[in-house]
């Protein structure tokens, strides 16, 4: 089996992560894997959803969305349909997922962290790209904070996290599935790892046949060969200019 890429099995896409990509936003990055490139920004507000009032605890949502263009076709904006699709709203909420579960909330006092993921160039991979750069907007967004004395408890940051697909090509369990192998894949998973190795969340689909388990072991042992060296390019971007 030849991956479309060239790649071998166990090869990510090249990874790049540009920090401060925008002017405004507390944390801002432009992720790249391979060709999909994805804008994440975190801004922070003052106060916090109704059910977390008075409480002294902070919050994180994710807003997840596609440029018309970003695709090879046009694709209307959803704002224009007055509704957003059953597959953004599943994609924000796992970003919202991962992130928080980054975070120590009752450090962060009564404010709300908004981390927005815009794509504008899709191929394949796009949510996992949208938990690793925007992991690393968020720790820029913690340290911007640091520096205007807002953390009064601490620092709220517990881990880092970071989101890589893998699956199963023409037989064979790969990483990092590019458009190509993601609309052909018999199987595709979507998984969200910490530093230190714990799994937040797993997506599974068998696309065609079902999978068995030692296919399930092979791709999770992929993923993390992966995440490795995802967190490893996170602190490497943090470390900058450090």
Known sequence: MIRPSGRAPDQLRPIRITRNYTKHAEGSV?????DTKVICTVSVESGVPRFL??????WLTAEYGMLPRATGERNQREASKGKQGGRTLEIQRLIGRSLRAALDMSKLGEITLYVDCDVIQADGGTRTASITGGMV?????LRVLK???ALKAGDPLKQLIAAVSVG???GEPVLDL???????AETDLNV????SGGFIEIQGTAEGAPFQPEA???MLDLARKGMAELIELQRAALAADA
Do not use: P
């Open 216 to 218: 399930l072991q092979t």
């Open 192 to 195: 969200v790892m910490t530093d």
């Open 147 to 149: 520096k205007r004395g």
């Open 137 to 141: 907007a968020l720790v820029d967004a």
């Open 53 to 58: 009032k008075g409480q002294g605890q902070g």
């Open 30 to 34: 432009l992720v790249e894997f391979g």
């Open 168 to 170: 199963v090509y023409q």
């Open 178 to 184: 590019d458009y190509l192998e993601d609309s052909a």
